[in-house]
């Protein structure tokens, strides 16, 4: 038996069909093809994953900063989607309302009867001791199951108050995890927002950085090291971002995306509606933050901008040469795990990798095929004369910069040739023996530790705590464990610093787990 056959072994026939998509393990044979994403999660597993509004509130509307993301349900929804996510936020306009968490509060009688009342209420009371330009409502799993008109009550709102408000039915239950949430923010950003502004640009070069929700102050990194070469970032999708700013995200030459899990629907629709091109970046690790900025430049191909990005990524390494080979020197050939919602894992390999680290486990939670198999195709993309659906791709013949984002049997169905082509995906970053694992739960979690032994393991707050009681350290890459920031070259020596702190504290030596004290029981029942 394999690993990946030892991790389902012990699932009824039911569960092991439908996990057993979803578990790969990578061999000499190649690259497995594919992966079962994007699926219903099996009740009764302990699945890492969230809800819909934590996709849509929790995720990508509630770093807006002046914004009044408004809650509409009970208490707990608002809360928890605030009091969790780190959103960091500066406050130099004075209209920040990040450190407040609106909601409605929903009680037992608006259940009953109705809770429109409510709603008009809060906004009434936002609106009194706040005065926002824009206010976005949310609504939780029972506004959808009453019926409840967000949609009536924000038209009021725009009325009666002469604002922005912008209502999103992303109850909880829609879809099959955070992911429904994602699409229908950007749905609303791309409806009622984006494309709303006229201020004008003040640089030849400017970007959006889609996807960058600023957690440990990554968004601020990334903006600092974009201006030092020279562009304008006219708008974050949507770490420390505002409506002001993403009002006029429509005038910027080019969209940098981070996330692609969270956004990509808006890089689309915008390159659709506004002819903006878009391609992947990734901030996370040295080499590939260098990679990026390289790219950018290579994009708008001035020389002068080339020049300049030389100049900064020359600068940014000599000042963190000597702590990259401090670390590098102790965190080389430790191995890892990193299981992140629905980009950070394939980001955080790379990290990893820079200090010579070797990722043995990986998976998402809620990512799409594509985030595990994707192939990038750019650019000059030639397509062969017996292929049709190119309309579908939106490819046309005069596009400067083709992009496509795939997965690989749709590629090969195109009959798809490149000059350059290659996988932006997991996979191919996945080594022999390693296993890739889509939506893991805790069962899988404890085998995998079992089966492999990782040094450390990359994870959330949900199973922190059990992995820490195996033995192993455990780090959260979804709030940094309040640390941060982690993007380009300063943030991957604070990365690595605080893997180094975790793996080499004394405290693993006063930890022996329950197990290993306790005889553990195994039998097998009436004897059979
Ligand atoms: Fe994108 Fe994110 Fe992620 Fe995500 Fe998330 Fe997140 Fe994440 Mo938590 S938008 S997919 S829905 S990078 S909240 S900032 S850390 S699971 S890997
Ligand atoms: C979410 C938000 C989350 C949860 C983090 C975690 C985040 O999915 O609703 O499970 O540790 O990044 O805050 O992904």
């Given at each position: 038996m394999n690993e990946r056959e030892k991790i389902l072994d012990k699932y009824s026939a039911k569960v092991f069909k439908n996990r057993k998509d979803h578990v790969v393990q990578f061999d000499n044979a190649g690259m497995p093809k594919e992966i079962a994403a994007n699926s219903r999660s099996i009740p009764g597993l302990m699945s890492n994953r969230g809800c819909c509004y934590a996709g849509c509130k929790g995720v990508v509307l509630g770093p807006l900063r002046d914004v009044v993301v408004l809650t509409h349900g009970p208490i707990g929804c608002g809360f928890y989607s605030w009091g969790t996510r780190r959103n960091k936020a500066k406050s130099e306009d004075g209209k920040?309302?990040?450190?407040y968490c609106f909601s409605t509060d929903m009680q037992e009688a608006d259940i009953v009867f109705g809770g429109e009342k409510k709603l008009r209420q809060a906004i009434e009371e936002a609106m009194e001791l706040f005065n926002p330009s824009c206010i976005m409502i949310c609504s939780t799993c029972p506004v959808g199951l009453i019926g409840d008109d967000i949609n009536a009550v924000a038209t009021w709102a725009e009325e009666k108050f002469n604002i922005k408000c912008v209502a999103y039915s992303?109850?909880?239950?829609?879809?099959?995890?955070q992911s429904a949430g994602h699409h229908i923010a950007n749905n609303g950003l791309m409806k009622s927002i984006i494309g709303t502004g006229d201020a004008p640009l003040t640089k030849k070069y400017s970007v959006n950085i889609l996807g960058e929700y600023n957690i440990g102050g990554d968004g601020w990194e990334t903006e600092r090291l974009l201006e030092k070469i020279g562009y304008e970032v006219v708008s974050i999708f949507t770490g420390d971002g505002s409506y002001e700013a993403i009002k006029n995200a429509?005038?910027?030459?080019l969209n940098l995306v981070q996330c692609h899990r969270s956004i990509n629907y808006i890089a689309e629709m915008m390159k659709t509606k506004y002819g903006i091109d878009w391609f992947k970046v990734n901030f996370i690790g040295i080499d590939e933050t260098i990679r990026s900025l390289r790219e950018i430049a290579a994009y708008f191909n001035d020389p002068t901008l080339i020049a300049n990005t030389e100049k900064v990524i020359a600068e940014e390494l000599e000042e963190v040469a000597e702590a990259r080979e401090y670390y590098k020197e102790k965190l080389h050939g430790k191995t890892a795990a990193v299981f992140v919602g629905g980009s950070r894992s394939h980001h955080y390999q790379m990290l990893l990798a820079d200090f010579g680290m070797k990722t043995i486990i990986a998976g998402y939670e809620f990512a799409h095929r594509d985030d595990y198999e994707g192939l990038e195709v750019r650019p000059n993309v030639k397509v062969d004369?017996?292929?049709?659906?190119i309309e579908e791709l939106t490819i046309t013949p005069d596009d400067k910069y083709y992009h496509l984002s795939i997965d690989k049997e749709r590629f090969d169905a195109l009959k798809l040739t490149t000059e350059l082509e290659y996988y932006k995906g997991m996979f191919k970053d996945m080594g022999d023996g390693t296993i890739a694992i889509d939506d893991f739960n805790h069962y899988e979690t404890e085998k995998l530790l079992e089966l492999f032994h990782p040094n450390i393991f990359y994870s959330g707050i949900k199973d922190k705590y059990m992995i820490q009681k195996s033995g192993t350290p455990s780090r959260q890459m979804h709030s940094y464990d309040y640390s941060g920031p982690y993007a380009g070259f300063k943030g991957a020596i604070k990365f690595a610093s605080d893997t180094y702190m975790s793996l080499f504290t004394p405290a693993w030596q006063y930890i022996t787990p329950p197990w290993r004290m306790q005889p553990t029981l195994e039998g097998k029942v009436g004897g059979a």
């Open positions: 920040s309302y990040i450190q992303c109850e909880g239950y829609k879809g099959v995890s429509h005038t910027a030459n004369a017996d292929s049709r659906n």
